[in-house]
């Protein structure tokens, strides 16, 4: 088990997950959840990477949910990432924070 997947396991029971109960994705009816990815989770907020499964095939998708009145609502994002080139899209990013410090 990569060292990645056993921080995202220790992350996920430190938030009250266990591996019975993966995290939930307030997904539309239209859309079948296949896998996710957390970027960021709170009470308030999910950003995730979701795999989902639709009417056309399967899809990977950048979300964005706030939580408002007990009830998610989806957030300025809910979109396909499947053409993004993730390589070029890392090594830019690694350029700025090198280049800036962050």
Do not use: H
Not at 2 to 16: A, C, H, T, V
Request: glycine residues 4%; without cysteine; positive net charge.
């Amino acid at each position: 088990m990569s060292s990645l997947r056993i921080r995202e396991l220790i992350l996920l029971r430190f938030l009250g997950w266990n591996m019975s109960d993966p995290p939930e994705y307030p997904l539309s009816s239209s859309f079948k959840l296949v896998e996710g990815y957390d970027v960021y989770r709170s009470s308030k907020l999910i950003m995730a990477f979701v795999v989902v499964e639709g009417d056309f095939g399967k899809d990977i998708r950048f979300y964005r949910w706030q939580k408002k009145k007990d009830a998610w609502k989806v957030d300025l994002a809910r979109f396909s990432v499947k053409r993004w080139e993730w390589e070029k899209i890392f090594e830019r990013v690694k350029e700025m924070k090198e280049k800036y410090g962050i």
